[in-house]
């Protein structure tokens, strides 16, 4: 945040967050969890939250990235930082949540995960339990929870996707990522998932054909999972993307002026917008309370 403007907006963006809490009684302690996913790897979940997570605290948010991609973690790498204690010392007693709380650009918040790390699975049901209890600890400590997810379907994933508000699901126009993305959509509606589905198609040439991906998604799921689903955007393919990750540094900071991080503001923006007409957020504890009833 270097110039006015920017600070300006941020305040605007406070008194309008100030002013729906007086006006609607919204609770303002509650969080919007929303969960990446994914049903192909390497479709650009990470490079998303992490972006996108930096550009909602442009607009003012408190933003903080959990990185549930628990064996292959990698969100602090696209960060740049090293952190010394992650998710798998928290889960193992040794560390309190605080400790892996790390302060990524912008003021964004990071709970990284452990490379290697067991599922969750792993854990005995009071360790789950203590360590879900850690987590809801952070209930009103940012308006958005963004987590990443790893590829696949393995039972942490499908908890962290069925349990939240809402979720976005990333495809790009590839006929594995879109079929991959369609069965993911499938699997979560066949285990009751109600809640807002929304679509980012990513490596585009142009939004016109990220439309085209979305519209076929759409009549399918509406014709044969009786479901919904929302166009957040698309993030067109731009080698900056790539580069950043070679460099470690979020392409949104590292190149502004990039068409990423052009798509990533829009998306940003479009989000931050929707939370004035949010039906209410129901926060990181029931959001927990849930991942833990997936796991029994
Ligand atoms: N819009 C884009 N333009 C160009 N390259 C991109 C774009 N989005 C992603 N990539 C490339 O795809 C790679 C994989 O992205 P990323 O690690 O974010 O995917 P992922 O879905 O998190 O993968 P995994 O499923 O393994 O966790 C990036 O390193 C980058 O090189
Ligand atoms: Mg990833």
């Known amino acids: 945040m270097n110039n006015q403007a920017d600070i300006l907006r941020v305040m605007a963006q406070r008194m309008k967050s100030d002013l729906k809490t007086q006006i609607l009684g919204q609770d303002q302690n509650k969080t919007r969890v929303i969960t990446v996913c994914s049903g192909k790897g390497g479709v650009g979940k990470s490079n998303f939250v992490v972006n996108l997570g930096i550009a909602l605290a442009g607009y003012g948010q408190r933003v903080i990235l959990l990185d549930a991609d628990l064996g292959l973690a990698n969100l602090d790498v696209l960060l740049g930082i090293v952190p010394s204690y992650n998710l798998a010392h928290v889960m193992a007693g040794e560390k309190t949540l605080s400790e892996i709380l790390y302060e990524g650009p912008n003021g964004i918040k990071i709970l990284p995960g452990g490379t290697g790390m067991h599922e969750l699975t792993d854990l005995t049901e009071w360790q789950l339990e203590t360590f879900l209890a850690k987590l809801s600890k952070m209930e009103g400590a940012a308006e958005y929870l963004l987590i990443d997810t790893g590829a696949g379907l393995s039972k942490t994933v499908l908890s962290f996707t069925l349990a939240a508000d809402e979720i976005i699901v990333i495809t790009t126009v590839e006929p594995t990522a879109i079929t991959d993305a369609y069965g993911l959509i499938k699997t979560i509606r066949q285990k009751r998932y109600q809640g807002k589905i929304n679509i980012v198609v990513n490596r585009v040439a142009s939004e016109a054909e990220a439309l085209v991906v979305y519209n076929?998604?759409?009549?399918?799921?509406?014709?044969?999972?009786?479901?919904?689903?929302?166009?957040?955007?698309?993030?067109?393919?731009?080698?900056?993307?790539?580069?950043?990750?070679?460099?470690?540094?979020?392409?949104?900071?590292?190149?502004?002026?990039?068409?990423?991080?052009?798509?990533?503001?829009?998306?940003?923006?479009?989000?931050?917008?929707?939370?004035?007409?949010?039906?209410?957020?129901?926060?990181?504890?029931?959001f927990l309370t849930k991942v833990a009833e997936y796991f029994r």
Not at 260 to 268: L, P, S
Request: net charge positive; aromatic share 8%; hydrophobic share 40%.
């Open 216 to 286: 076929k998604l759409k009549i399918v799921i509406n014709r044969f999972l009786k479901h919904s689903i929302d166009y957040l955007g698309c993030l067109r393919e731009d080698p900056k993307v790539g580069k950043s990750v070679q460099e470690q540094q979020p392409f949104f900071l590292a190149y502004p002026n990039s068409i990423a991080a052009h798509d990533i503001n829009t998306m940003a923006a479009k989000i931050s917008n929707q939370a004035d007409q949010q039906v209410q957020n129901k926060g990181i504890k029931i």
